[in-house]
């Protein structure tokens, strides 16, 4: 069974279907306005410059703790992340003076 459409109809059909899959694609691919998630890590500090970034991983290091150092959301500064199980430890080393 053969239905022939009038050429507008064919027309209004492509364009609903062309509609449908833009709207799907820029839901799918739209960024999280929240900002980056970066799984199980806990920011722990956040400071000016990777040379203030440099000197709190190390700080770090010298008690065991391992840390990432990210780009802050919103562009000023650096964040320093530490797994959760680490979160007091580097808390207190930083604390400590």
Same mark, same amino acid.
């Given at each position: 069974?053969?239905?022939? &459409? $009038?050429? $507008?109809?064919? &027309? &209004?059909?492509?364009?609903? =279907?062309? *509609?449908? !899959? *833009?709207?799907?694609?820029?839901?799918?691919?739209?960024?999280?306005?929240?900002?980056?998630?970066? *799984? &199980? !890590?806990?920011? @722990? #500090?956040? =400071?000016?410059?990777?040379?203030?970034?440099?000197? =709190?991983?190390?700080?770090?290091? +010298? =008690?065991?703790?391992? #840390? +990432?150092?990210?780009? #802050?959301?919103?562009?000023? *500064?650096?964040?320093? !992340?530490?797994? $959760?199980?680490?979160?007091?430890?580097? @808390? #207190?080393?930083?604390?400590?003076?």
């Amino acid at each position: 069974m053969r239905v022939n &459409l $009038p050429a $507008p109809y064919l &027309l &209004l059909v492509a364009l609903l =279907v062309v *509609g449908a !899959l *833009g709207l799907v694609l820029r839901w799918a691919f739209t960024g999280d306005e929240r900002g980056r998630d970066y *799984g &199980l !890590l806990r920011e @722990i #500090a956040k =400071v000016p410059s990777r040379t203030a970034a440099q000197v =709190v991983e190390e700080r770090l290091r +010298t =008690v065991g703790v391992r #840390a +990432t150092t990210v780009p #802050a959301e919103d562009g000023e *500064g650096l964040r320093v !992340l530490v797994f $959760p199980a680490d979160e007091r430890a580097a @808390i #207190a080393a930083l604390l400590d003076d």
